[in-house]
């Protein structure tokens, strides 16, 4: 059967679009998710076209083969992870930014373009794509609207289902489905965009995309404020977020900007409780108005020191701090990252929640996130070569789903479901809501071949 699946693919792609070398099936085998299952692929296809990616669902389909399609694999949720016997559909050479419309305020892209590549095209024509996952320099675009990924500027321009206009989608069929247009306001028939944006490759292979552009906003001015209390910074968000718009409102932890001190000094007080970061690109008068608006809700809640900055070149330094949370924690040791939200009222009681999980485990959690989105990535960081340590952070990551749960929130804001949070899904949606997701992947692939194992 493996033989003569290979034959089969090869008798209809180019021969170096097929790869079976161990170490490069073993490099796409899981995506940054550590802790999630994955299996043996049997083989790795780089597809440069659409045709390709047809090809390989067709011979897929009729040999009833399971298909993981990837982007460039920095998911966190083990959403790209192999399974057993699969075809790993990389999507990575299909890299073109094909078009930049700068009056039409769109741009047409393959999904294997990074996000960083798109914000370069759009630039050059003095445009703005806003998505901005804290991955945009090495994620791409395909695997951010299969994740429909969030980011730090989401608070004011939304995620990435948000810039999306159309898409081309390859079926489990190998049939070719076009979704949306070039237009701004388009109702006609099902949303089959936001269909497949969030689908985590479920439900077909995005083989282009139709983005939204925007003139750039004036140049930001960023305030840093810090607290003696998680919850105090809790209350500022809440604060900030009732009476302005800033462009970007983040949060980090103490034990978060430790390891960011740890793994590159920048000159964050490693003793507050809590480090927040907010921005507004409203310029202006407006601008100044937002900013003193933000300080005063900061001061109001209890911060002890409250500072803003227009500087560009110092805006971007605090900005390096708060994106190299993640990595410096990693550095700390092993990690279970959550990805959970609430609604934005219950922030401060999230923040304290996770805090006594913390206590009452026995474990460190680095706290950190869109704080404006109510959406928080508090990240268990254990010892690798302790099974008792990872038992408590496995119990600790799943206190923290159920803390959100239990707060009217979801668990996952950003990161989808993925195999890790796969069997939490039914606890947030329902029965009903599951069969109804079920009913969904039998009507768009009945064989079940599109990523099987993942969300649903
Ligand atoms: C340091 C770091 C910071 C991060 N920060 C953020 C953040 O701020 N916000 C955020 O949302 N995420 C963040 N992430 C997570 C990750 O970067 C995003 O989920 C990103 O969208 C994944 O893109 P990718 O190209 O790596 O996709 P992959 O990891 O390869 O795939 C992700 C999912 O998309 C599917 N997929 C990929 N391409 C396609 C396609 N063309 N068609 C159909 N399905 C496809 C895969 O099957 C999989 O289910 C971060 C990750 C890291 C390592």
Redesign the pocket.
């Known amino acids: 059967m493996n033989t003569a699946l290979l034959r089969e693919l090869a008798a209809v792609l180019p021969s170096e679009a097929l790869i079976t070398d161990a170490d490069v099936l073993e490099a796409h085998r899981r995506?940054?998710a550590e802790w999630a299952p994955s299996g043996q692929p049997l083989v790795l296809v780089r597809a440069t076209c659409t045709d390709d990616v047809r090809a390989v669902l067709r011979v897929a389909s009729a040999r009833k083969v399971p298909v993981?399609?990837?982007?460039?694999?920095?998911?966190?949720?083990?959403?790209?992870?192999a399974t057993d016997g699969c075809i790993v559909?990389?999507?990575?050479r299909?890299n073109r930014v094909l078009e930049v419309d700068p009056r039409g305020l769109l741009a047409v892209v393959q999904?294997?373009v990074?996000?960083a590549e798109v914000k370069a095209a759009a630039a050059e024509k003095g445009l703005w794509y806003a998505p901005?996952?804290?991955?945009?320099e090495?994620?791409?675009?395909?695997?951010?609207?299969?994740?429909?990924?969030?980011?730090?500027c989401?608070v004011k321009y939304g995620?990435?289902g948000d810039a999306v206009l159309g898409l081309e989608?390859v079926l489990a069929d190998g049939s070719v489905v076009r979704t949306g247009g070039r237009t701004v306001k388009n109702v006609a028939g099902y949303d089959l965009t936001r269909l497949?944006v969030g689908?985590?490759?479920?439900?077909?292979?995005?083989?282009e995309a139709t983005l939204k552009l925007r003139p750039k906003p004036p140049r930001a001015t960023t305030l840093v404020a810090t607290f003696p209390t998680l919850s105090g910074a809790g209350l500022a968000v809440t604060d900030i977020m009732a009476r302005t718009r800033p462009s970007l409102l983040e949060l980090m932890d103490r034990a978060t900007c430790r390891a960011v001190e740890a793994y590159k000094p920048l000159g964050l007080d490693v003793e507050a409780a809590a480090f927040l970061l907010a921005r507004s690109d409203a310029g202006g008068d407006q601008g100044v108005a937002e900013i003193e608006a933000m300080a005063r809700c900061c001061e109001a809640a209890g911060a002890t020191f409250v500072t803003h900055s227009e500087d560009e070149a110092e805006g971007e330094l605090l900005l390096t701090a708060r994106?190299l949370a993640?990595?410096a924690l990693?550095r700390q040791g092993a990690t279970l990252l959550d990805?959970v939200g609430v609604p934005l009222s219950r922030i401060p009681e999230l923040l304290a929640a996770v805090e006594g999980i913390a206590a009452r485990r026995e474990v460190l959690v680095g706290t950190f996130g869109?704080a404006g989105d109510g959406n928080m990535h508090p990240t268990v960081v254990f010892d690798r070569k302790d099974p008792a340590a990872l038992a408590r952070a496995r119990a600790a990551f799943d206190d923290i789903l159920e803390a959100a749960l239990a707060l009217g929130g979801t668990i996952t804001?950003?990161?989808?479901v993925?195999v890790l949070k796969q069997p939490f899904l039914g606890r947030q949606l329902g029965e009903e809501a599951m069969r109804v997701h079920r009913r969904l992947k039998g009507a768009m692939d009945p064989l079940g071949i599109l990523?099987p194992g993942?969300?649903c």
């Open positions: 995506d940054q993981v399609p990837r982007g460039a694999g920095s998911g966190l949720s083990g959403g790209a992870n559909l990389s999507l990575m299909m999904p294997g990074l996000n901005d996952p804290a991955s945009w090495f994620s791409s675009l395909g695997g951010n609207l299969a994740t429909n990924a969030g980011g730090l989401c995620v990435t989608v497949f689908s985590e490759g479920t439900l077909g292979v995005i083989t994106r993640f990595p990693e990805d869109h804001g950003e990161h989808g993925g990523n993942k969300v």
